[in-house]
């Protein structure tokens, strides 16, 4: 294989998840505690693709510490009542994956449990590793943490991985680590988003149908 150990972002890479469920969940919170804040879904988008989530909420949004957390048990319980779907054909590319036995790791701003039940709920095979929000704000994505942990235990070079992400804290990460980053652009269609990741990343995928093919011939 190419590529033995395949490394995922879950949120609009897997799963068809910020339009469907963490954008209502945004907006529904907003309106209840900071009437005062109102955004699109496209600007939505483009804030958690940089800087980021921690900083959006932070410096535009406003919300001191205690409300960010307030914030996030929000969001974690409106995840507990919404499973979003994966993406047509993103089930068989996984489970290809794990046949051919490669590894199937994810490392996503969702947490552990909920990346997991989605997965159980979706058919998806299970993942060799998941690292979420559960780590230390210090070890989260874009740190190159996570991707260390998993070359370190299963004896990985950096040309055996290849991250797939649809935002930047991807690219950052993988580009830290030196491993190789396919750009997920199936999630939306904001024209700056695209740009920087056609620009920048090693590989760029409209849809999911173009990776699956791209990634069956490597590992051929």
């Known amino acids: 294989m190419r590529y033995p150990c395949l490394i995922v ?33 496209e600007h939505y988008f483009l804030k958690n693709f940089d800087p980021g989530v921690v900083p959006f909420y932070r410096d535009e949004v ?29 089930r068989e590319i996984l489970w290809r994956q794990k046949r051919a036995g490669g590894l199937l790791c994810v490392i996503s701003h969702s947490y552990r449990d909920n990346i997991l039940r989605d997965y159980r709920e979706n058919d998806l095979p299970e993942p060799d590793e ?7 704000p210090e070890k989260r994505k874009p740190s190159p943490w996570a991707v260390v942990q998993i070359m370190e235990k299963y004896r990985l070079n950096a040309d ?16 830290a680590c030196s491993v190789a980053f396919a750009a997920a652009g199936w999630a ?17 995928f409209k849809t999911v149908e173009q990776f699956g093919e791209w990634l069956a ?3 051929d």
């Open 9 to 41: 972002d879950h949120d609009d890479t897997v799963v068809n998840s910020t339009a469907t469920v963490h954008f209502p969940c945004f907006e529904e919170y907003v309106r209840k505690f900071h009437p005062q804040y109102t955004c699109t879904l």
């Open 62 to 90: 406003g919300l001191s510490h205690e409300q960010m957390l307030h914030e996030q048990a929000y969001w974690n319980a409106y995840v507990q009542r919404h499973v979003p779907r994966v993406y047509p054909g993103m």
């Open 130 to 136: 998941v690292f979420g929000w559960e780590c230390p």
């Open 160 to 175: 055996q991985v290849l991250m797939l992400d649809d935002l930047k804290p991807g690219y950052d990460m993988a580009h």
């Open 188 to 204: 939306n269609d904001i024209p700056e988003i695209e740009r920087f990741m056609r620009a920048n990343c090693d590989f760029y």
């Open 217 to 219: 011939l490597q590992n």
